[in-house]
């Protein structure tokens, strides 16, 4: 537990780390304190845009009508720039698991199987947004990458923290798959940093996950009496959405109750017509964002 740094404290521990800052105009005073508690901090939570381009630092300042920005402390651009977003409470982490929370605080390690979603996280941790696909595919540049290390490992070492104090939104919580890059070695490329001296030559950015998100089975999957996993993990994941019409479940077997889900998600994504019928496209499922079962 600690008392946030200040938006000073911050920019000269960035600064002594290496990261190759870029402070956006305002960024010390850019936060949603005036919607809830900011600190005390405990930790940092590890993120992925699931998307790049040249707009996304304009994206984590400003947010989106569901979810306001800053939506992040810092934003890891592909051309390995970090951008300062905000300061204070950031919409990154949303509410997560109490129990996952208690190991960032104790420092224990992992492992971080996060249990359902019971503490604010927006005032609790700071947080860092990766440009990257998150398709499993879009690999993370050396440089980039390093810049995330550094990023982290920067805010450890101002409050006396070790890497264990760092963790991915998706062990946070189960709404979460972020990031795409296994967070055991980035944790140990956090604590590289932080014990060594000098610091160690730049990490090598692991490949990113290939297991990480469930692939479209395809149009034919879904069909009355089909029964996989997959459906259980995509009804999971529609409730998540508030887009449940489940009665109970929801189970592995494919129902009329989750081509109503379904098309409830469709119709959050802007679909109408044919195209909310209910039956998993690819666009649709990649957006569902479904854990490999
Ligand atoms: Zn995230």
Aim: proline share 9%; hydrophobic share 35%; glycine share 12%.
């Amino acid at each position: 537990m600690a008392t946030p740094l200040t938006a000073a404290q911050m920019y000269a521990a960035l600064l002594a780390e290496g990261v190759n800052i870029v402070a956006r105009p305002g960024w010390e005073t850019h936060n949603r304190n005036h919607k809830g508690a900011w600190g005390p901090v405990h930790g940092i939570v590890i993120h992925h845009t699931a998307g790049v381009g040249s707009g996304l630092a304009d994206y984590c300042s400003r947010g989106s009508s569901d979810l306001p920005g800053p939506v992040c402390h810092g934003f890891a651009a592909k051309d390995a720039r970090t951008h300062l977003i905000g300061h204070g409470r950031t919409n990154h982490a949303g509410s997560g698991s109490a129990a996952i929370l208690d190991r960032v605080i104790a420092e224990s390690g992992g492992p971080f199987r996060p249990g359902p979603d019971e503490v604010d996280g927006n005032s609790r941790m700071y947080g860092l947004e990766i440009e990257n696909r998150g398709d499993g595919r879009d690999p993370y540049p050396a440089a980039q990458y390093d810049q995330a290390v550094r990023w982290a490992a920067a805010i450890c070492r101002a409050h006396g923290w070790t890497a264990q104090s760092v963790i991915g939104h998706g062990e946070w919580t189960r709404r979460k798959v972020d990031p795409s890059f296994p967070m055991d070695q980035f944790r140990r490329d956090v604590a590289a940093r932080l014990n060594s001296s000098p610091a160690p030559k730049p990490p090598t950015p692991p490949k990113p996950s290939p297991s990480v998100l469930e692939p479209f089975p395809g149009a034919t999957f879904f069909r009355v009496g089909r029964r996989s996993q997959i459906i259980t993990e995509m009804g999971r994941r529609l409730v998540a959405e508030g887009c449940g019409r489940y009665k109970s479940g929801p189970g592995p077997e494919w129902t009329e109750a989750d081509r109503q889900s379904y098309a409830a998600f469709q119709r959050k994504l802007g679909y109408s017509g044919a195209d909310a019928d209910g039956y998993p496209g690819p666009t649709s499922w990649a957006k569902l964002r479904i854990p490999k079962t």
